[in-house]
């Protein structure tokens, strides 16, 4: 009779456990609302990127391209397929250049009061002092305790610059592996904004009055190719890899912010870092932006380009050429994810026993969270402010 009682017991209990919504360990066990959010996984060197559009559907847009090619008669194009501008996108491009220029400007003043940190060996990043002994360092050369090997960083670890070579003719065709250092490499957020609007002196691009036609499969361009009213490009410096040049956050003048304490600037830092990538994102769905499958290479336009210097998974069978799909927001402003400090005034030093309670943001938000921004709801389920950290004499307790 016992033993009846004790397996109804049991069986009610899996009953309520399967009804409920599955805990994602370690941090549904304190809150069952808990808004945990799962940071990208890190791909293998022989993983390829997820396809922001399925195999299947760019198959059926490629059967349905080449039954069209097969048909002579003009396709009509919508900007900027057919090299004009759309203009209601100029206004954001603007507003992206202007963000990307005042970002920079608030994370050097905010690092000068908080220190960011690299390691020598893999590259990861910590922002505040003192940095995280968590072992997380496995990369070749790296001692067997996987412990980091920690120096001063800057604002190159922060926000990592994204190049892509610049299309004076975004219709034209695609840099040849002869012409790599010939063509000049730009930001790859600059040269969106160019494509969608921006003129920047250095960056010359040529602006069509009258759209190209699409007749069976062919781009037949009836603007003369330099008009007598272009002189877009006469006043073109050629860059090499023996001329020094300037990069664009360099000719940007230092803004003057009406608040010149510390939480100020990053307050509006982080209404222009989102303000950048949301600026971004609207142009992107216009714009196509083309990324490798396998590396970080990145080019702005319709189509990829043709030097051979990729050296990721069976790029022998490529002979170098790049694996060419479309890309995301986070190929052209790649966050580098920090773990999360809450409360730096107390005790900063994260251990390596309490990781899996700990969370991470992206290091220009956390840089700027450390300055006293608030910390927008999108970030929420990845900084883990509901999860109790445990101390260390009682972490062997916590299920």
Not at 251 to 280: H, T
Request: glycine share 8%; net charge positive; aromatic share 8%.
């Amino acid at each position: 009779m016992f033993t009846r009682r004790v397996k109804s017991v049991i069986q009610r209990s899996i009953a309520k456990i399967d009804n409920k919504e599955k805990l994602k360990p370690p941090y549904a066990f304190y809150s069952s609302v808990s808004s945990y959010t799962e940071l990208p996984r890190k791909l293998k060197n022989s993983e390829r990127k997820p396809w922001v559009t399925s195999i299947t559907e760019l198959k059926r847009k490629a059967r349905l391209e080449k039954k069209e090619r097969k048909v002579v008669r003009e396709v009509s194009l919508n900007p900027p397929e057919n090299g004009l501008l759309v203009k209601e996108l100029v206004p954001v491009a603007h507003e992206v250049i202007s963000a990307r220029a005042a970002l920079f400007d608030c994370i050097t003043g905010v690092s000068r009061n908080i220190q960011i940190y690299a390691c020598s060996l893999c590259g990861e990043v910590h922002v505040g002092h003192p940095p995280h002994k968590i072992k997380t360092c496995n990369v070749s050369g790296s001692p067997r305790s996987k412990e980091h090997n920690w120096e001063r960083g800057g604002v190159e670890h922060v926000m990592p610059l994204v190049e892509s070579f610049h299309l004076y003719d975004r219709l034209g065709r695609a840099v040849s592996h002869n012409e790599r250092l010939q063509v000049d490499r730009t930001p790859a957020i600059v040269e969106l904004c160019i494509q969608a609007g921006v003129d920047i002196p250095d960056s010359p691009t040529r602006r069509r009055k009258f759209p190209v036609y699409h007749v069976a499969g062919r781009v037949l361009d009836f603007e003369r190719r330099f008009p007598k009213d272009d002189s877009s490009g006469n006043d073109i410096n050629a860059y090499g890899f023996w001329g020094k040049r300037k990069k664009f956050s360099e000719d940007e003048k230092s803004l003057n912010f009406p608040c010149d304490d510390i939480k100020g600037l990053a307050v509006q830092g982080i209404q222009a870092w989102e303000k950048m990538r949301s600026g971004a994102m609207k142009l992107m769905l216009k714009y196509p932006v083309q990324t490798c499958g396998y590396c970080s290479e990145v080019q702005v336009g319709p189509m990829g380009h043709r030097v051979r210097h990729c050296q990721a998974y069976k790029h022998q069978m490529r002979d170098g050429q790049h694996a060419w799909q479309e890309a995301t927001i986070d190929d052209l402003v790649p966050p580098v994810y920090v773990w999360h400090v809450r409360n730096p005034g107390d005790d900063g030093l994260l251990v390596d026993g309490l990781k899996r309670y700990y969370g991470k943001l992206p290091a220009v938000v956390e840089l700027f969270a450390r300055a006293g921004a608030c910390v927008g709801e999108n970030y929420i389920g990845l900084m883990r402010e509901d999860v109790a950290v445990p101390g260390l004499d009682v972490e062997k307790w916590v299920v």
